[in-house]
Nanobody, 127 residues
């Protein structure tokens, strides 16, 4: 059973950057696609970005395109979410999730497809 743990969240000023980590254990990270989701207070959880087993990243939300990027280091069993030029609307709990897709190039931001989730890490953007 794959277990995921997010880290790297915190308080950052508008315009700042954070890098979140999603560390995997219990199974091999190389076998799964990883997506990052977030849930802001009073809003539904949304899928932001995903990285396939092959390493291709796909960004699904226009508001983070050009600011957020995803990468993976299978040797370290970790996926990273680099977030730049943060603004208060990025304040949310950020989750990583994993899924084994048949194709090495497949990714998704559909929440119900992902069966392994981390506990989340809080990101607060405020001056």
């Amino acid at each position: 059973q794959l277990q995921l743990v997010e880290s790297g969240g915190g308080l950052v000023q508008p315009g700042g950057s954070l890098r979140l980590s999603c560390a995997a254990s219990g199974s091999t990270l190389a076998f799964v696609a990883i997506a990052w989701f977030r849930q802001a207070p009073g809003k539904e959880r949304e899928g932001l970005i995903c990285i396939s087993r092959k390493g291709d990243g796909t960004t699904y939300i226009d508001s983070v395109k050009g600011r957020f990027s995803i990468s993976r280091n299978n040797a370290r069993s970790t996926v990273y979410l680099q977030m730049n030029d943060l603004n208060p609307e990025d304040t949310a709990v950020y989750y990583c999730a994993a899924r084994v897709f048949d194709s090495s190039t497949t990714c998704s931001n559909t929440e119900t497809l992902f069966n392994s989730w981390g506990q989340g890490t809080q990101v607060t953007v405020s001056s």
